[in-house]
């Protein structure tokens, strides 16, 4: 959630934006088989994809934060979602969970650092792919080690995945619609004209306050703090990403959902106005993400106390 001049990564999606199922299919494979990914053949067969679509497949998996990068393991968030048993929403059914996907994967400052780099660090609302690369480019020979800095082609797909994931693309067929990526749903990317774009910071109406709630909590945890300036929730500081940004939020549509959050929740939240204008979100009581998490999918969004 920090960006470091040492943990970046590019290039690892195989030129593959995530596709509709594959975050689902893949979950549920490597439920049956734990040592899917350890073998490519036997995981084309399994995921019915080639080679480089198995690799494209574990990295989604690992960059939303849904299985270890490490061991491959699910992650205690991957199991809430999508175990194939208890998930609460193993097919990307609820927008809420497409929302959350999103913050989980343009938080990753480590292994999808140009998601986050676009998200927390690049306000531009129209750009071109070029102009987007050439942004890009000058962020990596400000702040990351030359060692780490990948080769310009890397860079070019980089960009294109993204705007792959996040962009509708236009004038396709019903068949070619299923190529999208569950996250342009969202309406964070459009298409502008021919390889133009537009990302604005808007109301998000379809934004559950649970979920920018869950990664208000998750950004206190990681700062190891109780007490956070709205400033900084609203814009990045510090190299820390922030819920505003990356849910390209307008700052009255920010305020709104995080005045109901608070209003839903007074035992635990409290906003409030210091001395020179400075407003700032306490939290009161310990509160877990997942357990805010838990209170929206059991859409018992009043009482967070109801859900175990």
């Known amino acids: 959630m920090k960006f470091s001049a040492n943990n ?10 995530l596709r509709f199922a594959w975050l689902s299919k893949g ?3 490597l439920q049956k088989d734990q040592t899917l990914f350890e073998n490519p053949d036997k995981a084309t067969v399994t995921l019915g994809v080639g080679k480089n679509m198995v690799s494209a497949i574990r990295y989604w998996l690992r960059a939303t934060q849904l299985i270890d990068v490490k061991t491959d393991e699910p992650t205690e968030i991957g199991n809430y979602i999508f175990d194939t048993k208890k998930g609460v929403d193993p097919f990307l059914e ?8 999103h913050w989980l994967l343009a938080t990753n400052t480590e292994l999808s650092t140009t998601i986050a780099w676009f998200f927390n660090k690049y306000h531009k609302t129209n750009f071109d792919q070029n102009e987007l690369r050439a942004a890009l480019s000058n962020f990596l020979q400000d702040e990351v080690k030359s060692t780490k800095r990948p080769a310009g082609s890397t860079l070019k797909n980089d960009v294109s995945v993204i705007t792959r994931l996040y962009a ?11 190529l999208d990526s569950p996250l342009s749903e969202l309406g964070l990317m459009s298409e502008h004209g021919k390889s133009s774009y537009i990302s604005t910071f808007e109301s998000r109406d379809d934004l559950p306050y649970q979920i920018l709630g869950f990664a208000i909590l998750q ?6 703090t109780k007490i956070v300036p709205i400033e900084e929730l609203i814009h990045s500081a510090e190299d820390f990403v922030s819920p ?3 849910f390209r939020l307008s700052e009255s549509s920010f305020m709104l959902k995080l005045e109901e959050l608070v209003r839903q929740n007074p035992n635990h939240f409290q906003l409030r106005e210091e001395t020179a204008g400075l ?3 306490f939290l009161l009581e310990p509160l877990t ?6 209170a929206y999918y059991a859409e018992d969004t009043t009482k967070v106390e109801a859900a175990a």
């Not at 693309?169 to 019903?174: L, R």
């Not at 950004?219 to 190891?224: G, K, P, Y």
């Open 168 to 178: 509708k693309t236009q004038g396709i067929s019903v068949a070619e619609d299923a």
């Open 279 to 281: 407003r700032q979100l």
């Open 94 to 101: 609820d927008q809420g969970t497409l929302w959350l996907i």
């Open 27 to 29: 979950f549920s494979a």
């Open 289 to 294: 993400d997942l357990k805010l998490l838990k």
């Open 244 to 246: 505003g940004s990356v």
């Open 219 to 224: 950004l206190m945890a990681e700062r190891e």
């Open 8 to 17: 970046v990564a590019f290039g690892r999606h195989e030129t593959f934006h």
